[in-house]
């Protein structure tokens, strides 16, 4: 009887061997995987789509500050203007441009172009100076305007449709009109006051009488 030959190569098996540890290792089925993988492309789709979208907002957001520091630097100006001019040109309509004589011994006319309002300074019919506004979703528009008391007043009226932070250029809400509204002459009418005033006009007087308001759609703010 021939016995079976024995191997070098001794077989270890942990299932015949009492008293071993049984090690097992766990795995992740492909189901589980498809899982994951399908979860993590929408988490990064997700990512994508709110990384887009503040992106866009601060591009809102810095043209709005851009926006707002171009009408306060063309406000000053136009107050400056008026509240220095002699006299201004007759206007048929709203839409010529605004010339105003005796700034500060200068002429200066005020141009809108689509959106955007030019300053033009001349001395002898020379020009000395031009200054460009850009006023990007924004109609403007320059009127004149009566007080009470028979002053002359010039208005800067600009009409805004882009005013919420939106990512997109056109907005659908509202539009608002800001308006800025100075005396022609006030200060050679100050200038020209007797030396009797009163220490509390004087200061009444140095004040601005400058009207800005933010008027909506079919409201009408008076001076």
Same mark, same amino acid.
């Given at each position: 009887?021939?016995?079976?030959?024995?191997?070098?190569?001794?077989?270890?098996?942990?299932?015949?061997?009492?008293?071993?540890?049984?090690?097992?290792?766990?795995?992740?089925?492909?189901?589980?995987?498809?899982?994951?993988?399908?979860?993590?492309?929408?988490?990064?789709?997700?990512?994508?789509?709110?990384?887009?979208?503040?992106?866009?907002?601060?591009?809102?957001?810095?043209?709005?500050?851009?926006?707002?520091?171009?009408?306060?630097?063309?406000?000053?100006?136009?107050?400056? $203007?008026?509240?220095?001019?002699?006299?201004?040109?007759?206007? /048929? *309509?709203?839409?010529?441009? &605004?010339? %105003?004589?005796? #700034?500060?011994?200068?002429?200066?006319?005020?141009?809108?172009?689509?959106?955007?309002?030019?300053?033009?300074?001349?001395?002898?019919?020379?020009?000395?100076?031009?200054?460009?506004?850009?006023?990007? $979703?924004?109609?403007?528009?320059?009127?004149?305007?009566?007080? /009470? *008391?028979?002053?002359?007043? &010039?208005? %800067?009226?600009? #009409?805004?449709?882009?005013?919420?932070?939106?990512?997109?250029?056109?907005?659908?809400?509202?539009?608002?009109?800001?308006?800025?509204?100075?005396?022609?002459?006030?200060?050679?009418?100050?200038?020209?006051?007797?030396?009797?005033?009163?220490?509390?006009?004087?200061?009444?007087?140095?004040?601005?009488?400058?009207?800005?308001?933010?008027?909506?759609?079919?409201?009408?703010?008076?001076?």
């Amino acid at each position: 009887m021939r016995t079976a030959p024995v191997s070098r190569f001794p077989v270890w098996n942990a299932r015949r061997m009492p008293g071993r540890p049984q090690s097992t290792r766990r795995g992740f089925s492909l189901i589980h995987m498809l899982v994951v993988i399908g979860m993590l492309s929408i988490l990064m789709t997700m990512s994508g789509v709110i990384i887009q979208s503040l992106l866009r907002t601060e591009e809102s957001v810095s043209r709005q500050a851009t926006l707002e520091m171009t009408i306060l630097d063309l406000s000053r100006r136009f107050r400056d $203007d008026v509240h220095d001019a002699q006299s201004i040109a007759p206007r /048929d *309509d709203n839409s010529m441009p &605004l010339e %105003l004589s005796g #700034v500060h011994s200068n002429r200066v006319i005020y141009r809108v172009k689509d959106e955007i309002v030019i300053r033009e300074s001349f001395h002898a019919d020379q020009a000395t100076g031009s200054e460009v506004f850009r006023m990007p $979703d924004c109609d403007v528009q320059f009127r004149n305007q009566s007080n /009470d *008391d028979g002053t002359n007043l &010039l208005a %800067l009226d600009v #009409v805004r449709t882009g005013l919420t932070i939106t990512p997109h250029r056109k907005s659908t809400g509202s539009k608002r009109t800001l308006s800025i509204v100075a005396e022609l002459g006030r200060n050679r009418r100050i200038a020209g006051q007797s030396t009797n005033i009163t220490p509390k006009a004087a200061a009444n007087e140095i004040l601005d009488p400058i009207l800005v308001s933010d008027r909506l759609p079919g409201r009408e703010e008076q001076p």
